[in-house]
């Protein structure tokens, strides 16, 4: 009987220097671990620190491996896997261009507001929409648009942070 595979959200607090990223990535790959959604950005200018939020599945071991591991690299000052650390907020952006005429461009516009996305460009022939939310409400909406004419797809990644007063 095999392991379930579980999806985790980490936030790793980085010195934001360079080479930190590829050491973290390193990490991964050298043990191959893969990562399902990668992002990082200064949050800190005075303290000069970043937060890396890595998505990634493993079984329980794996996931186990992953903290002590970026746990012990030196420029990280906190991992924190915020799957089990309690309530916690992810959500992703993405850019989706839609191409068509006719019935699917109006039906493609009527999707689109049903997902709350907002029309950012647009043309005779085509629409780039702008939509955010859960991983699962993107998956969705990129599903639905894909019979409607999709033609290019960018995603941002998760981003995420714990609820309530606590710091992560």
């Keep these: 009987m095999s392991e379930q595979l579980r999806r985790h959200t980490f936030s790793v607090l980085v010195d934001n220097e360079a080479g930190v990223l590829a050491r973290v990535i390193g990490l991964f790959s050298s043990r191959g671990y893969n990562i399902e959604s990668l992002t990082v950005a200064a949050i800190d200018e005075v303290a000069n620190i970043s937060r890396i939020t890595v998505v990634a599945s493993g079984t329980e071991m794996v996931i186990e491996q992953i903290k002590h591991q970026l746990g012990r690299l030196v420029p990280v000052h906190k991992v924190t896997d915020l799957t089990m650390e309690g309530p916690f907020l992810a959500r992703e952006l ?3 261009k839609v191409a068509g005429t006719g019935d699917k461009r109006v039906e493609a516009l009527r999707v689109a507001d049903i997902f709350r996305a907002r ?3 647009t043309s005779k ?4 929409f702008e939509i955010s939310g859960t991983t699962e409400k993107i998956d969705a909406f990129i599903q639905l648009m894909k019979d409607l004419g999709l033609v290019e797809l960018s995603r941002t990644g998760v981003v995420a942070i714990s609820r309530g007063a606590a710091t992560t």
């Design 94 to 96: 993405a850019l989706v």
């Design 119 to 121: 029309a950012v460009d």
């Design 125 to 128: 022939n085509s629409f780039v």
